[in-house]
């Protein structure tokens, strides 16, 4: 059983905690989890280790830190997602967007840690992210979808294919 | 009857040039324009009048100029296209991309003015566009088709949807 006990309705800021993270807060109470507060920030000075320790637990292959470190740094936004207890913090969650800074944001990697999926976090992670992308007065926000997470993104508001626009790649022949 | 004189074969800067545009030059043959020279450039301080009317030219919406110019900074690339004759110059295409400067670059924004189309100068673009992101080293370059241009993206080697991967736009609701 999952508790919201505030969802976005104020952004308080960790000021006062022992933790490094500064961010907004939301209380989840979970059966499985005991007690716990989960933040979320936009602070993009990251632990890069940590980081590829979340991506290696869903199965990502491993890209050279340094180019990790770069994209950070030329993302529009980065979002992270954090679990706190008491003195300790640990990576959930993440996503990041690319933007022109005016019109257009795509969101990429977005990930949650497996023992913290099926508890609506990754609901919660994509609507801070599009609140902030929303505020930063993004009206084009876009992502490409692996074909298992169309429903999620669906129930979030994303259309498939709106009039006809295709997602397309390209790659070298 | 279209003849290509040099594509992309080296990058001659037009320094002893009178125009201002800098870029590679192409050599242009075209019985229903002349001698023209068309120019690729990457520079990006472009008179947004004249985007704005090459925009116009095709039928796209007006954008408030100050949200372009920001656009245009926070583009990771900016290609434009100019015919040049004598001492006059005139923008002719445009292209641009954002981009976290290591993984991915989304294209947006590609337009060819309608007396300039179907000789293949879209396509020019595009590869020009598509040289400019590899030599940076951006492996993964995607964008969002119109139906009408899909086969035309399809020609350059964009792949529609690969592995069931879905474009997806975000409404409010």
């Not at 961010?23 to 990251?46: A, C, M, N, Y």
Request: charged share 30%.
């Amino acid at each position: 059983m999952v508790f919201w006990k505030r969802l976005f309705s104020n952004s308080e800021t960790l000021t006062s905690s022992p933790n490094k993270v500064e961010g907004e807060l939301l209380e989840l109470t979970d059966d499985s989890l005991g007690q716990s507060r989960i933040v979320f920030s936009t602070e993009r000075d990251i632990d890069l280790y940590e980081l590829e320790e979340l991506c290696d637990a869903v199965g990502w292959a491993r890209r050279p830190l340094r180019k990790v470190k770069k994209a950070l740094e030329f993302s529009f936004l980065v979002v992270t997602m954090w679990e706190v207890k008491g003195n300790r913090q640990r990576l959930v969650g993440f996503a990041r967007a690319t933007s022109d800074h005016a019109f257009n944001a795509t969101i990429w990697d977005v990930v949650v840690h497996p023992t913290f999926q099926k508890k609506g976090l990754g609901k919660a992670l994509m609507k801070y992210t599009i609140k902030k992308l929303r505020s930063d007065d993004i009206s084009n926000i876009t992502l490409f979808a692996d074909p298992q997470v169309v429903d999620f993104y669906r129930q979030l508001g994303f259309v498939l294919d709106p009039e006809g626009i295709k997602g397309m790649f390209w790659y070298p022949r």
